[in-house]
């Protein structure tokens, strides 16, 4: 019997009038019942709340009116509906009775006289159902307990899973700067194309861990949403042209604004497009269309591919859900990313739909978004094209993870940089003695000292300004206010493009001030001018 204490299995009385209640608790004894008689409502609502079987009240009990039981009643728990048993007079019609039928839920009548068997048997019945309620109640903990597992669990594979493919990104680079062998070239293609597709299995299992947690927050600006497709489009571009599909993509000339956050739409949109080539086969047509209708903006991607049965369109949705899981289609993905894109469109108050005409007719997904006034956008400034080099730059390296290190380490001494890599933040430390970094680049999560303290650490010691980057598995808004306030300039989450982590390196504003005749990025890394930033060096403390 899953009861958590012998109070939950047993019946409180409250009979206040006469010998009801003494008469009550012999026969209920008798038949090896546990009882307890209240002397008033107080002491039944506190015997209550240690646990309850069921309640056994006289009409009496009731009265004057006793709202508190019907709102205690009121707020059990989903699992709970508390059997009431109500002693009543022979023929009696009473308002009292008629007010408990109304307000009390779960319950019986007895009437006066009661006979024991009657008696008796009603209150085994009632104990019954109540048993079946806590079996519920069980059945309710440990599915919470396994989807809190569940969660993670995703979580930390998701992290996991992102480390070896740090040190996989930063091999590829690294061969196919150092071979001249024409085979390299395709085999680091291979490699890239599948460790790309890795890289995005893992960022959906790290976004659906954070959506059933509740931890994405949305950017939101006003964005022009012909913005959001062309990006999506650039992502899933390759896929596209992989598998020789046709695309038209309809755009409005005039802007179509949203309230939104311009990376996570740009998600939605290119999961869509990615499905529509995928469950397409190879030379199909996909069409992508913006447009605005009424107060909505429209994002519509259609294919004519392989459909969805009218069976599957509701399900669709849903987490882990595929039409076919074994189909080779559905291999390279996990079920997760309509889901997503579902959620992130609720997050944005919008709605999305799946239309098909069945099985090999083509599908049609639609995204509503609520329109924003026709409003003037402010362009936003064309990223500055980055030509600048890492070589001699001074780079300190320190990642607990030996491969993702050394892996680092060879690719910027490659490319020209002067480099020491170290595993901990102890041999970091005795390595900066004869080794003054203009960029360190820090893993956060070590053993011994982190990443956060090496940071506070360098800020302290190194003479003059070093660059700060943190490159973690960590990519969660409070990770990126943590590192920046030990003092990080940026936060660069695993595996980083190595373009991205090239350009920071080489913009870096060091010592030397800035090194050679590299033009500055536009990122503003840690000044603008070529002048060092000495407020350090003058006042370390
Ligand atoms: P998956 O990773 O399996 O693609 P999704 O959540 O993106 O996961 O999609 C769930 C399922 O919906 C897919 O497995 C597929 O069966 C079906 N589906 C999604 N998009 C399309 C489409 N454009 N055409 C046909 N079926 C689709």
């Not at 440990?142 to 995703?154: M, T, W």
């Not at 085999?187 to 954070?210: K, P, T, Y």
Request: aromatic fraction near 4%; charged fraction near 25%.
């Amino acid at each position: 019997m899953p009861l958590a204490s012998r109070e939950e299995g047993r019946v409180l009385i409250l009979a206040p009038m006469g010998k009801d209640a003494v008469l009550i608790r012999r026969e209920l004894e008798s038949a090896a019942i546990d009882c307890h008689v209240c002397r008033d409502r107080a002491e039944l609502s506190a015997e209550a709340s240690n646990g309850v079987g069921a309640l056994l009240l006289s009409e009496e009990a009731l009265v004057p009116a006793w709202n508190d039981l019907a709102a205690w009643l009121d707020g059990q728990e989903t699992w709970s509906d508390l059997p009431i048993l109500l002693l009543t007079h022979a023929g009696s019609s009473s308002l009292v009775v008629a007010d408990a039928l109304a307000r009390l839920g779960n319950l019986s009548l007895l009437e006066r006289p009661v006979r024991v068997a009657a008696l008796l048997s009603t209150v085994r019945s009632a104990l019954r159902a109540r048993e079946r309620q806590y079996a519920i109640r069980e059945h309710l903990r440990e599915r919470e307990g396994a989807n809190l597992r569940k969660d993670q669990f995703l979580a930390t594979l998701a992290h996991e899973l992102r480390n070896p493919l740090a040190p996989i990104a930063s091999c590829i680079a690294l061969l196919r700067a150092r071979s001249s062998d024409p085979l390299i070239e395709p085999i680091c293609e291979i490699l890239e194309r599948q460790s790309r597709q890795m890289i995005r299995l893992v960022d959906d299992l790290m976004d659906v861990s954070r959506i059933t947690r509740g931890k994405i927050a949305l950017r939101l600006e006003t964005i022009d949403l012909a913005d959001v497709v062309r990006t999506a489009i650039e992502t899933s571009g390759p896929l596209i042209e992989a598998a020789e599909h046709q695309l038209e993509v309809t755009l409005p000339s005039r802007p179509v604004c949203v309230t939104g956050d311009v990376v996570r739409l740009s998600q939605v949109v290119s999961n869509l497009l990615a499905n529509a080539a995928k469950y397409t086969d190879a030379g199909g047509r996909i069409a992508v269309t913006l447009r605005s209708e009424g107060s909505d903006a429209v994002i519509e991607v259609a294919d004519n591919g392989i459909g969805i049965p009218a069976s599957a369109l509701a399900t669709v949705f849903d987490l882990f859900a595929q039409v076919n899981a074994y189909d080779e289609r559905a291999r390279g993905g996990l079920g997760i990313g309509l889901t997503l894109a579902r959620t992130m469109v609720q997050m944005h108050e919008g709605s999305i739909t799946a239309r098909s005409a069945g099985p090999g007719q083509g599908s049609t997904f639609e995204v509503r978004l609520p329109l924003l006034p026709q409003a003037g956008m402010a362009q936003p400034a064309p990223a500055a094209e980055s030509r600048a080099s890492i070589a001699t730059r001074r780079v300190l390296v320190v990642d607990d993870n030996r491969d993702a290190a050394d892996a680092l380490g060879f690719l910027l001494g490659t490319h020209g940089a002067e480099v020491r890599v170290a595993y901990d933040g102890t041999t970091a430390l005795e390595a900066i003695r004869d080794f003054v970094p203009e960029v360190a680049v820090l893993d956060l999560g070590m053993p011994g000292i982190t990443g956060f303290e090496l940071a506070r650490h360098l800020r302290e010691v190194t003479p003059a300004r070093v660059v700060l980057i943190a490159l973690t598995g960590w990519g969660q808004q409070h990770d990126r206010l943590l590192s920046a306030e030990a003092g990080f300039d940026h936060h660069l989450v695993k595996p980083v493009e190595w373009a991205e982590l090239q350009r920071l390196i080489a913009t870096a504003v060091g010592p030397k001030g800035r090194g050679g005749d590299d033009a500055p990025a536009g990122d503003g890394a840690a000044s603008t001018s070529g002048a060092r930033d000495t407020s350090r060096a003058t006042n370390p403390g």
